[in-house]
């Protein structure tokens, strides 16, 4: 699919928004394009020259579709031009730490003040509040600091935590300042008022963990309960997981990597069919596989599948997929590689787009689909400053805002919204909870024996406990006539169904958008399958480490370790790179896909309650990873190198990498040239950084970088990493200690807990406890925090509220049409 800027677009469901982006980071630019994507008219402030965003390689996929326009903010002319564009536009995006905000006038108070309609999203790296609101606000500060890059740490094979390059906190934060714009206006519409919304890094990083909140959990309350693993292979590389046979990692005879996914005991067995390892397990010493004693039997049997799939090509592989559907696997796959994928071409994700200045640009098409197509067609990226005229001659032909209502104070933006939930595990089902901590009532309909991910984790419902927060549980058996009809009549009640099976299986359980629909045609619905409703991989389950492979994801994060392996060690240590490339839970492609299942179920509210219809509304886990990675996949001829990791998994560069201090690890972030000054001046008692003359100009810098480096590896050697951040940060210079402990250990413990990133809830089967805090905050609605629910817990008094009497509710508990957990 090409389109170019003569090619005709459908306005689109978010057409009659204006959008002010003055964001100069990415997770702005994320939010804006996503807005963009769906028609609104966004309008890029960029600053004389250009904003930084263009230096990042995938520039021209990320804004995509906005009007750009050229004003100095700190200018008194174009900051008066800047207050006239807040005047006329629905929803403004900043970037800017809050005290920068607030020298600019941008606080929520002023701004309700001048802009009473105005929804501002403000996206930070900590949040308006806490100890660290004024830390610099690099997504590698973040992920240092809470403990992300000591969970990667086996991306390398050397000691010590590892750079994380997918930048899972920045889209974290985009998404979650979506639905924070979105749920507001949607309350303005009943209002009349816009308000503040704020988004985090911190906050948006710790959506992405499915299930391991509650593990750390269990594992701090009772310690003697099980025993840890926090990683995939011990420190000699052996595996200790069972799941490392269920999800291999192997490369075939041409040294091509594959991700393997056969985690029922069904595909199990026909994996090791396949493999001609069915036999082998008859041996006592095999008792128990997959949970095998000791690190010895572990190896030879790991070794032993990585023989058999290594023994065959890839093209060999390939046959057996398609001859036997029990068994599958993703080929890793660059970032550019990954727009060939079979399913994404099927679906029409991948789009070329003739951008001004540089030609024909690759890359991926919306996140959201509506029957078949990108809700519109991808625009080209402006020139900067290329709209000045248009929105100044605009400007002057506006009138005033008109004034807004008397706005209700403190409540859920999306009060008095139904959803009904059907799906398993997380990446759809999470976009629920989100919305249900904005107020939305979340019906979740599960099988009689419960969502599978509810026993994922080998303690009581801590597998489930986070996805299925806020929600009511109702057990119906949907193959049965009498479970079909009370679903149908939750659905008359309903203001959105989300379905997250695969291929048809909607259609064939009778609970598709073309059956509901004439049921309740008011409903906003929305498929969320792994892959796609039709193509060559729809019916194919979805796996956060299948998708990470497929998108690039793993390639991102695990550098050069889909490279053909030389030897044996090499086979080895790369598949325990990808490992903690693609499947370690703290960060990966199903946390992605739930935040952008929230941001779509949201703009079909939207469009709604506009009159806009959106029929066969899609999105895919495979393309909203591809949207979180834009400026990594987006290509064009003469497209810059984008940077990677070391070959240690230090970082980027110099200035922007881990460095061991005197006890620990410090992870300093000063890239920018605008950076330099303030660090050498913070520096200067320990290295004369400002006389150097290999590092006077930001090109001497890079030419010089392994200097610089060094530079800095002796003067970071000399004190603690506690010390440095102390001493550092006051200075407005981005360093921090290297946290050495799980993510979701350390938002839940006090520290975290008490800067506002989780908050208590009280639970059935955890009572009082910590949970991840509500995504966004508002300046003047409320959001609530609620804790997961049992099996059933609500099938009773939700059907009596359907009105069913208790004797019939009792009869369909006998015949096993419905259970209850009263």
Same mark, same amino acid.
């Given at each position: 699919?090409?389109?170019?800027?003569?090619?005709?677009?459908?306005?689109?469901?978010?057409?009659?928004?204006?959008?002010?982006?003055?964001?100069?980071?990415?997770?702005?630019?994320?939010?804006?394009?996503?807005?963009a994507d769906c028609g609104a008219d966004v309008i890029m402030v960029e600053p004389p020259g250009g904003s930084d965003l263009r230096d990042l390689a995938g520039w021209p996929g990320l804004l995509r579709g906005k009007r750009s326009v050229t004003l100095d903010v700190h200018a008194d002319d174009d900051l008066a031009t800047l207050r006239a564009l807040l005047s006329s536009a629905d929803v403004l995006i900043t970037t800017m730490r809050p005290n920068s905000a607030a020298r600019l006038g941008l606080t929520p108070q002023t701004l309700a003040e001048k802009y009473p309609r105005l929804v501002w999203a403000s996206i930070t790296g900590w949040g308006s509040t806490g100890p660290w609101k004024d830390y610099k606000g690099w997504e590698g500060l973040v992920m240092a600091k809470t403990g992300v890059m000591f969970?990667?740490?086996?991306?390398?094979?050397?000691?010590?935590?590892?750079?994380?390059?997918?930048?899972?906190?920045?889209?974290?934060?985009?998404?979650?300042?979506?639905?924070?714009?979105?749920?507001?206006?949607?309350?303005?519409?009943?209002?009349?008022?816009?308000?503040?919304?704020?988004?985090?890094?911190?906050?948006?990083?710790?959506?992405?963990?499915?299930?391991?909140?509650?593990?750390?959990?269990?594992?701090?309350?009772?310690?003697?309960?099980?025993?840890?693993?926090?990683?995939?292979?011990?420190?000699?590389?052996?595996?200790?997981?069972?799941?490392?046979?269920?999800?291999?990692?192997?490369?075939?005879?041409?040294?091509?990597?594959?991700?393997?996914?056969?985690?029922?005991?069904?595909?199990?067995?026909?994996?090791?069919?396949?493999?001609?390892?069915?036999?082998?397990?008859?041996?006592?010493?095999?008792?128990?596989?997959?949970?095998?004693?000791?690190?010895?039997?572990?190896?030879?049997?790991?070794?032993?599948?990585?023989?058999?799939?290594?023994?065959?090509?890839?093209?060999?592989?390939?046959?057996?997929?398609?001859?036997?559907?029990?068994?599958?696997?993703?080929?890793?796959?660059?970032?550019?590689?990954?727009?060939?994928?079979?399913?994404?071409?099927?679906?029409?994700?991948?789009?070329?787009?003739?951008?001004?200045?540089?030609?024909?640009?690759?890359?991926?098409?919306?996140?959201?689909?509506?029957?078949?197509?990108?809700?519109?067609?991808?625009?080209?990226?402006?020139?900067?400053?290329?709209?000045?005229?248009?929105?100044?001659?605009?400007?002057?032909?506006?009138?005033?805002?008109?004034?807004?209502?008397?706005?209700?104070?403190?409540?859920?933006?999306?009060?008095?919204?139904? &959803?009904?939930?059907? /799906?398993?595990?997380? #990446?759809?089902?999470? $976009? !629920?909870?989100? +919305?249900?901590?904005? =107020? %939305?009532?979340?019906?979740?309909?599960?099988?009689?024996?419960?969502?599978?991910?509810?026993?994922?984790?080998?303690?009581?419902?801590?597998?489930?406990?986070?996805?299925?927060?806020?929600?009511?549980?109702?057990?119906?058996?949907?193959?049965?006539?009498?479970?079909?009809?009370?679903?149908?009549?939750?659905?008359?009640?309903?203001?959105?169904?989300?379905?997250?099976?695969?291929?048809?299986?909607?259609?064939?359980?009778?609970?598709?958008?073309?059956?509901?629909?004439?049921?309740?045609?008011?409903?906003?619905?929305?498929?969320?399958?792994?892959?796609?409703?039709?193509?060559?991989?729809?019916?194919?389950?979805?796996?956060?480490?299948?998708?990470?492979?497929?998108?690039?994801?793993?390639?991102?994060?695990?550098?050069?370790? &889909?490279?053909?392996? /030389?030897?044996?060690? #090499?086979?080895?240590? $790369? !598949?325990?790179? +990808?490992?903690?490339? =693609? %499947?370690?839970?703290?960060?990966?492609?199903?946390?992605?896909?739930?935040?952008?299942?929230?941001?779509?179920?949201?703009?079909?509210?939207?469009?709604?309650?506009?009159?806009?219809?959106?029929?066969?509304?899609?999105?895919?886990?495979?393309?909203?990873?591809?949207?979180?990675?834009?400026?990594?996949?987006?290509?064009?001829?003469?497209?810059?190198?984008?940077?990677?990791?070391?070959?240690?998994?230090?970082?980027?560069?110099?200035?922007?990498?881990?460095?061991?201090?005197?006890?620990?690890?410090?992870?300093?972030?000063?890239?920018?040239?605008?950076?330099?000054?303030?660090?050498?001046?913070?520096?200067?008692?320990?290295?004369?950084?400002?006389?150097?003359?290999?590092?006077?100009?930001?090109?001497?810098?890079?030419?010089?970088?392994?200097?610089?480096?060094?530079?800095?590896?002796?003067?970071?050697?000399?004190?603690?990493?506690?010390?440095?951040?102390?001493?550092?940060?006051?200075?407005?210079?981005?360093?921090?200690?290297?946290?050495?402990?799980?993510?979701?250990?350390?938002?839940?413990?006090?520290?975290?807990?008490?800067?506002?990133?989780?908050?208590?809830?009280?639970?059935?089967?955890?009572?009082?406890?910590?949970?991840?805090?509500?995504?966004?905050?508002?300046?003047?609605?409320?959001?609530?925090?609620?804790?997961?629910?049992?099996?059933?817990?609500?099938?009773?008094?939700?059907?009596?509220?359907?009105?069913?009497?208790?004797?019939?509710?009792?009869?369909?508990?006998?015949?096993?049409?419905?259970?209850?957990?009263?």
């Amino acid at each position: 699919m090409t389109t170019g800027p003569d090619q005709a677009t459908s306005p689109g469901p978010l057409a009659d928004l204006v959008v002010v982006d003055l964001s100069t980071t990415l997770p702005g630019a994320q939010a804006s394009q996503f807005l963009a994507d769906c028609g609104a008219d966004v309008i890029m402030v960029e600053p004389p020259g250009g904003s930084d965003l263009r230096d990042l390689a995938g520039w021209p996929g990320l804004l995509r579709g906005k009007r750009s326009v050229t004003l100095d903010v700190h200018a008194d002319d174009d900051l008066a031009t800047l207050r006239a564009l807040l005047s006329s536009a629905d929803v403004l995006i900043t970037t800017m730490r809050p005290n920068s905000a607030a020298r600019l006038g941008l606080t929520p108070q002023t701004l309700a003040e001048k802009y009473p309609r105005l929804v501002w999203a403000s996206i930070t790296g900590w949040g308006s509040t806490g100890p660290w609101k004024d830390y610099k606000g690099w997504e590698g500060l973040v992920m240092a600091k809470t403990g992300v890059m000591f969970e990667k740490r086996q991306l390398t094979t050397r000691p010590g935590p590892a750079f994380v390059s997918t930048p899972y906190a920045s889209f974290g934060a985009s998404q979650a300042a979506v639905h924070g714009i979105l749920a507001a206006l949607i309350e303005r519409m009943s209002s009349g008022c816009g308000q503040a919304v704020e988004s985090n890094l911190v906050t948006g990083m710790g959506s992405m963990d499915p299930y391991n909140w509650f593990y750390e959990m269990v594992l701090e309350r009772y310690p003697d309960a099980f025993s840890p693993m926090d990683v995939a292979y011990d420190d000699e590389g052996r595996p200790q997981a069972y799941l490392i046979y269920a999800l291999l990692i192997a490369a075939t005879a041409d040294g091509r990597w594959m991700q393997f996914a056969q985690t029922a005991p069904r595909l199990m067995q026909a994996w090791l069919t396949e493999l001609d390892l069915v036999g082998e397990l008859a041996d006592p010493k095999w008792a128990g596989f997959p949970m095998l004693p000791t690190a010895e039997l572990r190896t030879e049997f790991w070794e032993m599948m990585l023989e058999r799939v290594g023994a065959r090509s890839f093209e060999e592989w390939q046959q057996v997929f398609e001859t036997n559907h029990d068994i599958s696997a993703e080929a890793f796959r660059t970032p550019d590689e990954a727009l060939d994928h079979p399913q994404v071409v099927a679906d029409g994700r991948v789009v070329t787009v003739d951008n001004p200045g540089i030609g024909p640009v690759r890359q991926p098409s919306t996140l959201i689909h509506a029957d078949g197509k990108p809700l519109v067609p991808p625009r080209p990226a402006p020139l900067p400053g290329q709209h000045d005229d248009e929105v100044r001659a605009a400007l002057a032909a506006l009138a005033s805002a008109a004034a807004a209502a008397d706005p209700e104070r403190e409540e859920l933006p999306l009060r008095g919204v139904t &959803i009904l939930e059907f /799906g398993t595990m997380f #990446a759809g089902p999470y $976009g !629920a909870t989100l +919305l249900g901590d904005l =107020g %939305a009532r979340v019906i979740k309909i599960e099988p009689i024996e419960g969502d599978n991910i509810r026993n994922l984790v080998a303690f009581p419902e801590a597998g489930g406990a986070k996805v299925l927060q806020g929600k009511e549980s109702v057990a119906v058996d949907l193959s049965k006539p009498a479970g079909l009809e009370l679903v149908y009549e939750l659905v008359k009640r309903s203001d959105i169904v989300l379905q997250c099976f695969r291929g048809a299986a909607a259609e064939r359980a009778q609970i598709d958008e073309a059956t509901l629909k004439t049921i309740n045609p008011d409903i906003v619905y929305l498929s969320t399958p792994g892959y796609g409703i039709t193509g060559p991989y729809a019916s194919r389950p979805a796996y956060a480490p299948s998708i990470g492979a497929a998108t690039g994801l793993s390639a991102i994060d695990g550098r050069d370790a &889909i490279n053909p392996p /030389g030897d044996g060690d #090499a086979l080895r240590a $790369g !598949a325990r790179t +990808l490992h903690a490339a =693609g %499947a370690v839970p703290a960060v990966q492609s199903d946390g992605i896909a739930a935040l952008g299942v929230a941001s779509a179920m949201l703009v079909g509210l939207y469009a709604k309650r506009q009159g806009v219809e959106l029929s066969n509304m899609v999105t895919t886990m495979l393309g909203t990873v591809h949207q979180a990675l834009i400026s990594y996949n987006t290509s064009y001829e003469g497209r810059p190198e984008i940077a990677t990791a070391d070959a240690q998994f230090f970082g980027l560069g110099a200035l922007y990498r881990m460095y061991r201090a005197g006890a620990g690890w410090v992870f300093l972030a000063a890239p920018l040239p605008s950076e330099w000054e303030a660090l050498a001046k913070a520096l200067s008692p320990y290295a004369d950084l400002a006389a150097d003359a290999r590092f006077a100009t930001p090109e001497a810098r890079s030419e010089n970088d392994a200097a610089l480096a060094e530079v800095l590896t002796h003067v970071f050697a000399t004190k603690g990493q506690q010390q440095w951040e102390d001493e550092l940060t006051p200075l407005d210079v981005g360093c921090v200690a290297v946290l050495e402990r799980n993510s979701e250990s350390a938002l839940q413990s006090d520290p975290f807990f008490e800067a506002g990133y989780s908050v208590e809830a009280v639970s059935p089967i955890f009572e009082e406890h910590r949970r991840l805090a509500p995504l966004t905050r508002f300046s003047r609605s409320r959001t609530k925090a609620d804790a997961g629910c049992t099996i059933g817990r609500h099938t009773r008094p939700v059907l009596r509220e359907i009105g069913l009497a208790a004797e019939r509710i009792d009869e369909l508990l006998e015949l096993g049409v419905i259970a209850c957990d009263d």
